[in-house]
């Protein structure tokens, strides 16, 4: 696996006042411009999703990576931390960390809410980086009956209840949801992380799923949908999904593509939704080779 152990990146983080609320970041690489990695929601964290992509970016980068709020290290918090919040969060953010601006990398929840900030403060985003975004298209299967499941009071805190005490459901999930299955390179330590993240859910009563999640669904389309807004897009961007995602369809991140000026669009091969489990190695390749790129001004 190339890259820095996942030890090395995040064995140390300093604990932030971002916005209000606590925030975990971890930093990796001393020169080069500054990029900053956004996981997605429900189970992720920082030290799982980029575990093996910190490192490959630090060679030429100075990477930022955070906890999101409400998950990892970033806990506890309190309010609605929906697509307005994470808007205004975002800047808050760059500020605490000292940056003007930054690459945004961000995976699924990660993805779409750096979308947003982009579309209102290009002057603040180098280059996106948008895998598997959410927030991009106007209808999900079974949408009625999805957002009526997300509106049942206390189901989603029981979801989380019910994860937290069942690691075996757990690690089945994680093993359907990996192309490679139980295969995976470092399988056991991804559950590991996984099963954590949903215990610590449960001890802080919070919902399996995020708010910006549940409140982007409606109940006959979707309520935050980007694509619309896309063509006032003014940064760099590659939008990037893997062939066998089963959340994000490659007609939606292509007319995302199309949409956006000067885009690019990529598929990586053999990778579900979280491609940076299935394919960590060609992630920090593709992310390197469009950054770079986009610093130099010409296509990736």
Known sequence: MTGRPVTDVFATWTDLTVA?????HYRAGDTGPPVLLLHGGMLDTAAGVWRHVA???????????????????????????????????????????GLESAALVGLSLGAGV???????HPERVDALVAIGPGGIGARRRAQLITWLALRTPGLLR???RFLARRPAVVRRSMADNLVAGEGTDGFEEIVGLVVEEARAKAAHREPA????????????????????????????????????????GHAELAAAAAAAPG???????????????????????LVREFLAAAREGRPA
Do not use: K
Not at 114 to 120: I, K, M, P, Q
Not at 209 to 232: E, F, I, N, T
């Open 158 to 160: 029981l979801t989380s």
């Open 209 to 248: 799923l995020d708010d910006w999640m549940v409140r982007a669904y409606g109940p006959r389309a979707m309520a935050l949908d980007h694509l619309a807004d896309l063509s006032r897009l003014r940064v760099p961007s590659l939008w990037v999904r893997g062939d066998r995602d089963p959340l994000v």
């Open 114 to 120: 750096s979308v947003g900030f982009a579309l209102d």
């Open 263 to 285: 885009a690019r669009l990529t598929t990586i091969r053999d990778a579900g939704h979280i491609v940076t489990y299935d394919q960590p190695e060609e992630t920090s390749r």
């Open 20 to 24: 209000g609320g606590p925030v975990r």
């Open 55 to 97: 490192g490959g970016l630090a060679a030429d980068h100075r990477v930022h990576v955070i906890d999101l709020p409400r998950h990892g290290g970033s806990r506890p918090w309190s309010g609605l931390l929906d697509d307005a919040f994470y808007r205004a969060f975002l800047g808050e953010l760059l500020d605490a960390l």
